[in-house]
Nanobody
Framework: QVQLVESGGGLVQAGGSLRLSCAVKGNIFSVNIMGWYRRTPEKYRELVAT???????NYGDAVQGRFTISRDNAKNTVTLQMNNLAPEDTAVYYC???????????WGQGTQVTVSL
């Protein structure tokens, strides 16, 4: 059974930084895509960033230039460094792992990020 365990959310002032981490527990295929999505208070889910097992990254327009995604394939972890946070970044952030080989999609439990003025 595959589990994604997130950590690092919290409350920060605008302009500050936070770092989210996600660890994958269980057996997964080495070829996969890991990433972060967020659900805003208005309940809209949007892409934050993804990274392939080969290191190719993709960012949502709202975070481009402020957030950086990285991963450690040996440890099966993915990290999201969030800088220059703004109140619009307030959301529940979800870690995601997509496994194209067996067509499986896994999600973490979500971690709250709140950015105050």
């Amino acid at each position: 059974q595959v589990q994604l365990v997130e950590s690092g959310g919290g409350l920060v002032q605008a302009g500050g930084s936070l770092r989210l981490s996600c660890a994958v527990k269980g057996n997964i295929f080495s070829v996969n895509i890991m990433g972060w999505y967020r659900r805003t208070p208005e309940k809209y889910r949007e892409l934050v960033a993804t990274i392939t097992s080969g290191g190719r990254t993709n960012y949502g327009d709202a975070v481009q230039g402020r957030f950086t995604i990285s991963r450690d394939n040996a440890k099966n972890t993915v990290t999201l460094q969030m800088n220059n946070l703004a109140p619009e970044d307030t959301a529940v952030y979800y870690c995601n792992l997509r496994s194209p080989i067996n067509d499986r999609d896994y999600w973490g439990q979500g971690t709250q990020v709140t950015v105050s003025l």
